[in-house]
């Protein structure tokens, strides 16, 4: 029996993938379990694997191409099965051609696998009759004073942005086709400038998967999601002193990010409501603390989860992180390594940023923003000295916390970093 080939949906925003190649041909056999292809999702770069063996009898999607999740890619079946009877009733996979990123980017129609014929309605039906499902029966003739294009036509123009008014018909009695709108498309065109906006002339740089992904998510997280902020200054002084006896001990080379990780799981403990996920009319608290870690990447950001991570060690965290870290900006990170994290942490203090707001990432409750180490004067013990103390911005889901817990939260974690043997336990 055939099994169906789809696009995968192996993130809850992942809505399309790019078809990057096929690591089999039609006509060659595969097994249940080989990878026979690889994709590129909004964040990572992966292999599908099939999920039966036989036959790779038909490919429908070639390598370069963007598919919508759960459509039909590809089918495998027996060596002698006929398939044609069964693609008969598929629908065809919604794709368009991959554009390079830097490339400037053209209104492209989505590309069909079959033409889209219009024909009258008598020779529809005859050619319904002959198993030829893809013709579509004319439109009704354009009312008096309407442009006359395609249907077609008109979608693309509309995708497009385009006045079918400005465009001239090379169709029957001056019709508007694809081609025509194809052309208007690609042609320069000179536009004034709208009032009080600067004229855009330059070159047009296409999205990456994961950049769209995060416009979407951050249009997701910051609309509805009530953010509000609270920042505290603390003291590093211990902690760095701690974190050069760890390496000159144990070798082991600890960045802010592995220490602030350990400080926010065990903040977390004591405070349920920042690892929790609102659902209206309750709160789901999870049970395992999961530490997100953000990670700038040359294409955007990704998180990186670091699972049970109150109950790791500092030298287990550093050791995850630099994998993680070293995978996320080659794409090779799999799902279940970026989602599902309860809070995040976000260190921009090696770009000497001193202090910054970062958003929630859906359905997390928190996030907390780092900033750079600087030397200023503070006062111990009634004197004035010089130490290091750096900024930590705490942003809250309003609906899960208020503003004394979030000050509370601050406030234990500041306790931890600045007693760093709590962080050795």
């Given at each position: 029996m055939a099994s169906r080939v789809v696009m995968p949906k192996l993130t809850d925003t992942m809505e399309e993938g790019v078809l990057l190649k096929w690591y089999k041909r039609e006509g060659e056999k595969v097994e249940s379990g080989d990878p026979i292809a690889e994709v590129e999702t909004d964040k990572a770069i992966m292999d599908l694997e099939?999920?039966?063996?036989?036959?790779?009898?038909?490919?429908?999607?070639?390598?370069?191409?963007?598919?919508?999740?759960?459509?039909?890619?590809?089918?495998?079946?027996?060596?002698?099965?006929?398939?044609e009877e069964i693609l008969s009733h598929e629908t065809p996979p919604r794709m368009r051609k991959r554009e390079e990123k830097g490339a400037p980017s053209a209104?492209?129609?989505?590309?069909?696998?079959?033409?889209?014929?219009?024909?009258?309605?008598?020779?529809?039906?005859?050619?319904?009759?002959?198993?030829?499902?893809?013709?579509?029966?004319?439109?009704?003739?354009?009312?008096?004073?309407?442009?006359?294009?395609?249907?077609?036509?008109?979608?693309?123009?509309?995708?497009?942005?385009?006045?079918?008014?400005?465009?001239?018909?090379?169709?029957?009695?001056?019709?508007?086709?694809?081609?025509?709108?194809?052309?208007?498309a690609l042609a320069p065109t000179e536009k004034p400038p709208i009032a009080g906006v600067p004229s855009l002339e330059g070159e047009e740089i296409v999205l990456s998967m994961m950049r769209k992904s995060i416009a979407k998510r951050m249009v997701q997280s910051k609309a509805p999601v009530p953010h509000f902020y609270v920042t505290s200054e603390i003291d590093m002084g211990k902690i760095l002193a701690f974190r050069e006896e760890m390496e000159r001990e144990s070798g082991v080379k600890l960045t802010l990010s592995d220490l602030f990780l350990k400080a926010v799981a065990l903040t977390l403990q004591k405070f349920p409501s920042y690892r929790s996920v609102f659902q209206g009319d309750r709160l789901r608290v999870a049970k395992q603390i999961d530490v997100g870690l953000a990670i700038g990447t040359e294409e955007g950001v990704i998180t990186a989860v670091i699972r049970d991570c109150d109950h790791k060690t500092l030298s287990?965290?550093?050791?995850?992180?630099?994998?993680?870290?070293?995978?996320?900006?080659?794409?090779?990170?799999?799902?279940?390594?970026?989602?599902?994290?309860?809070?995040?942490?976000?260190?921009?203090?090696?770009?000497?940023?001193?202090?910054?707001?970062?958003?929630?990432?859906?359905?997390?409750?928190?996030?907390?923003?780092?900033?750079s180490v600087l030397e200023k004067p503070v006062v111990t013990d009634g004197k004035i000295g010089i130490g290091k103390t750096v900024k930590a911005t705490l942003s809250t889901d309003h609906r899960v916390a208020d503003g004394v817990q979030a000050a509370e939260f601050l406030k234990e974690l500041k306790r931890i970093i600045q007693n760093p043997l709590y962080l050795a336990l």
């Open positions: 099939a999920f039966a063996s036989g036959t790779l009898k038909k490919i429908l999607v070639p390598a370069g191409h963007v598919v919508p999740s759960g459509d039909l890619i590809a089918l495998i079946a027996g060596e002698d099965e006929d398939v209104k492209e129609p989505k590309e069909m696998t079959t033409p889209q014929v219009e024909v009258s309605p008598q020779e529809a039906a005859a050619l319904q009759e002959k198993g030829v499902k893809e013709a579509k029966p004319a439109p009704p003739p354009p009312a008096e004073g309407e442009v006359k294009a395609s249907p077609l036509a008109r979608k693309m123009a509309e995708e497009g942005g385009i006045d079918l008014r400005t465009i001239k018909g090379t169709g029957p009695g001056g019709r508007i086709t694809q081609r025509d709108v194809e052309s208007a287990e965290i550093s050791q995850e992180v630099k994998d993680k870290v070293k995978r996320a900006r080659e794409k090779r990170l799999r799902p279940e390594e970026y989602t599902g994290s309860v809070f995040s942490v976000s260190n921009l203090g090696m770009y000497d940023v001193e202090s910054f707001s970062a958003i929630i990432t859906p359905p997390e409750s928190g996030v907390l923003a780092i900033g």
